[in-house]
């Protein structure tokens, strides 16, 4: 990137057609113009793009000044997507490049979390010019949407009903990172934000939150995959079960103060 090349004014999301994503485009809603870069256009105004290839980035994001980027769930090679987006922000003149990363990055026992440790080791020594914000979200207590709506009686885990997280809520995420996007690099380049909720909760708690009563079951990971697992890749069921043995083992929790001190109010508890 070259102090000849234009500042722009929009923020693109990178990934915008996935939940979080949608989510921090709606965040930004009113703080700046967005755009929604996607896989398959759908809407008009979207920018399609190959993360994998990376054609039609350098499209998509001239003229913007700051990039959310989330890549796809426990996707094989994610410093490669990351690469991809990284090289087009700097050539079109991009500033500022927020990394949707994951609290504990580098747990070995976790391959996805370990793509995701190399994507901000990339990010920080990738140089150029380009400025970035690391985010590290907790799980999302929408995971558990359906429990804690009441829509659902019954929940099966691969991994300990007792095992403890720090859920955190989708819309508070969203709020930061289109805090941190609007705000821009002159205040949050170069920081790394770990992003837990304000409780340690086990599913078993969330169950008993329910509108109604809710039975949970731990039932094997094979027998879990064999219903929820289908479509995806042998890597992906792979990553996933590694994923539910460390959770069935450790949990994941993570540290909240500086979630509340972003959000300016305490964060949203799961309910």
């Not at 994998?52 to 426990?74: F, H, K, W």
């Not at 995701?116 to 990339?122: G, I, T, V």
């Not at 731990?218 to 890597?235: A, I, K, Y």
């Not at 069935?248 to 959000?263: I, K, P, Q």
Request: one cysteine or more.
């Amino acid at each position: 990137m070259t102090e000849s090349l234009s500042r722009g004014a929009e923020i693109a999301v990178i990934g915008a057609a996935g939940k979080t994503g949608a989510a921090v485009v709606a965040a930004l809603e009113g703080l700046a113009d967005v755009r929604r870069v996607v896989h398959t256009a759908r809407r008009p105004g979207d920018f399609a793009v190959d993360l994998e290839t990376g054609a039609g980035l350098e499209e998509a994001l001239s003229g913007c000044r700051g990039v959310y980027c989330i890549a796809p769930n426990v996707h094989p090679d994610e410093p490669a997507l990351l690469r991809n987006a990284m090289g087009a922000a700097a050539s079109v003149g991009v500033e500022h490049l927020v990394y949707h990363s994951v609290a504990w990055p580098y747990t070995p026992l976790m391959p996805h979390h370990v793509d995701k440790a190399r994507c901000e080791d990339e990010l920080r020594t990738f140089g150029g010019g380009l400025r970035w914000t690391v985010l590290q979200p907790c799980a999302y207590a929408e995971n558990f949407g359906s429990v804690l709506d009441g829509s659902a009686t019954t929940v099966e885990l691969p991994y300990s009903p007792d095992a403890t997280f720090s859920f955190v809520a989708l819309a508070d995420v969203a709020e930061i990172a289109a805090r941190v996007l609007s705000e821009g690099p002159d205040i949050h380049h170069g920081a790394t934000y770990e992003l837990g909720g304000p409780e340690a909760l086990s599913v078993r708690d969330l169950c008993a939150r329910a509108h109604g009563p809710v039975s949970v079951k731990q039932v094997s990971v094979d027998e879990w995959m064999s219903r929820h697992g289908r479509d995806l890749t042998d890597d992906g069921r792979a990553r996933l079960a590694a994923m539910f043995d460390f959770y069935d083992r450790y949990g994941f929790l993570a540290g909240g103060a500086m979630f509340e001190s972003l959000l300016g109010r305490p964060p949203t508890p799961a309910r």
